[in-house]
């Protein structure tokens, strides 16, 4: 087979590659979602069903539109004027782009982590309080501050500095502070774009280990080139593939068994052996 | 694709040639494997001492093998961090060099047996077993070149026809142990130089059912499929 043919990998994977869940409700569901920059089409058609309490990683050589498709599960890319989606993204019962939908309270209930560490030039404090005082709390916000740093598995390295600048602690502390940033919102979805490609073994370690600790209460949907750290992180994985065109796809969904240890489309074993990437 | 093109097939040719390396010590191992038995049948069929000793003394090339294999594999896991197909090659090769390693086991306890028999003839006439041997051998050929294709729908149709000719050897064997109780029953003196030639069916009847076992991990490398594998280990009568 020519993996390398544009229009092979141009094709959406068949049906029967694609999961769908029968028995339960998934908590986010897209359906036929596309993404176009200034009228060019970067994602079509994908229809994703993601279960809750999961966690499903997005898989795909670079410029496949995993990170398109992410900032589409809770309206980034409204942030980019000449992106336009179409096709619905369901998220606890409703359609998140219907016009009646305010983004930013999706936002917080779906929260997002990015690649690099990300906190606001304040104290520790003040960016995990960040979300919740601009949501209109006005309590006390210490035993908010404190759980989502413990939830976020970074309290102990940081609870006596908690006046220090988010900006001073390592890389990777950083992260798990950005990280109970969106948890201090109680998120029910926390989508993550590569959020360990910039730490080192330790700290990718801490994220991973907090990942799993966090699915048992937050879905979350992870962005990763990491092949090890998909298989050993995640339930689900979904593969985007792009063509010449330059067009991402989905060509398989499956259980991280069957991506990762059999997978159905030709091209998925291509890209997960490292024939195609 | 992008950038990284040029860098990324110039590593995955590297992998695939180790893989075909795995590949072809898996095939040697076997070429040793099949002279084992065949060369511990003869000797036996022909009263050669000799010839079971090398059978025995060759056995630690087989062992030495094994593990160069199971070590290469190792390293493979450990460098390479295979998915997919990969992965499943390499579990693959790691269980077959252990099936190929206990096949050597029952080729140097034929050699044990023949040597403990010593001058004494056999107890019948050696036509069954010889024809079990050359069937198992068969099987183990066949299912070397089973995993080898890696084509799921060859491998599913070796794997059917590789269990009629298990079961004829299962026949043949039970046919020997028959003819062996006939001849004890009517003369107990015989019972010692049955006994021999029943260990070396027992040996034989094994290769059959390892064969059985490699066919078997060809099938998952093709496939995924994990079949439950209905043989037992058991251990070769020293």
């Known amino acids: ?277 | 694709m992008n950038e990284q093109s040029s860098i990324i097939p110039t590593a995955r040719q590297e992998f695939d040639r180790e893989l075909g390396r795995l590949e072809a010590e898996l095939i040697l191992m076997s070429g040793l494997v099949e002279k084992a038995i065949f060369d511990a049948l003869q000797a036996l069929k022909t009263r050669d001492i000799d010839r079971s000793q090398r059978v025995i003394d060759e056995d630690d090339h087989i062992d030495e093998t094994e593990l160069e294999i199971e070590r290469y594999c190792v390293e493979l896991i450990r460098r390479q961090s295979p998915m997919a197909g990969d992965l499943r090659r390499i579990v693959a090769s790691l269980q077959i060099a252990g099936e190929l390693e206990r096949i050597g086991d029952y080729a140097e306890g034929i050699a044990k047996i023949s040597i403990t028999m010593g001058s004494q003839p056999p107890l019948k006439e050696l036509i069954d077993i010889p024809r079990m041997g050359d069937m198992a051998v068969s099987m183990l050929k066949r299912s070397l070149e089973a995993f080898i294709s890696r084509d799921a729908d060859g491998v599913r149709v070796i794997s059917v026809e590789l269990e009629k000719e298990d079961d004829e050897v299962d026949d043949l064997y039970a046919k020997v142990q028959a003819d062996l109780m006939e001849l004890v029953k009517s003369n107990p003196d015989n019972a010692e130089r049955a006994t021999y030639l029943m260990w070396v069916a027992h040996n034989v009847e094994r290769v059959a059912d390892r064969a059985m076992n490699i066919v078997e991990r060809a099938l998952y490398q093709a496939t995924g499929e994990l079949v439950s594998g209905t043989t037992q280990i058991e251990t070769t009568p020293d």
Request: hydrophobic letters at 40%; aromatic letters at 6%; proline letters at 5%.
């Open chain 1, 1 to 277: 087979m020519a993996l390398n043919d544009t229009d092979l990998l141009s094709q959406a994977g068949s049906v029967e590659n694609i999961l769908k869940f029968d028995d339960i409700e998934p908590v986010l569901e897209s359906n036929d979602l596309s993404v176009a920059y200034s009228g060019q089409t970067a994602v079509s058609g994908v229809s994703l069903q993601v279960p809750k309490n999961s966690v499903v990683s997005l898989i795909g050589p670079s410029g496949c539109g995993k990170s398109t498709l992410l900032r589409c599960f809770n309206r980034m890319n409204d942030l980019i004027p000449s992106a336009s989606v179409t096709g619905k993204v369901n998220f606890a019962g409703q359609d998140i782009y219907a016009q009646d939908v305010d983004p930013t309270e999706i936002r917080f209930r779906i929260g997002m982590v990015f690649q690099r560490p990300n906190p606001f030039p304040k104290s520790i404090y003040e960016n995990v309080a960040f979300g919740p005082r601009i949501n209109g709390m006005t309590d006390d916000l210490d035993e908010v501050v404190e759980t989502s740093l413990r939830r976020a598995a970074v309290w102990d390295e940081v609870k006596d500095r908690l006046n220090d600048s988010g900006l001073s602690v390592s890389g990777g502390q950083q992260q798990r502070i950005c990280i109970a940033r969106a948890l201090a919102v109680n998120p029910e979805i926390v989508l993550m774009d590569e959020p360990a490609s910039a730490l080192d073994p330790i700290s990718t370690q801490a994220i991973e280990q907090l990942i799993q600790e966090l699915s048992s209460e937050v879905t979350i949907i992870i962005v990763t080139h990491n092949m090890q750290q998909a298989t050993r992180i995640s339930d689900y994985a979904a593969v985007m593939m792009a063509g010449e065109e330059r067009i991402g796809r989905m060509i398989e969904y499956g259980t991280n068994e069957q991506v990762f240890g059999n997978p159905k489309d030709e091209r998925t074993e291509a890209y997960v052996t490292g024939r195609i990437g």
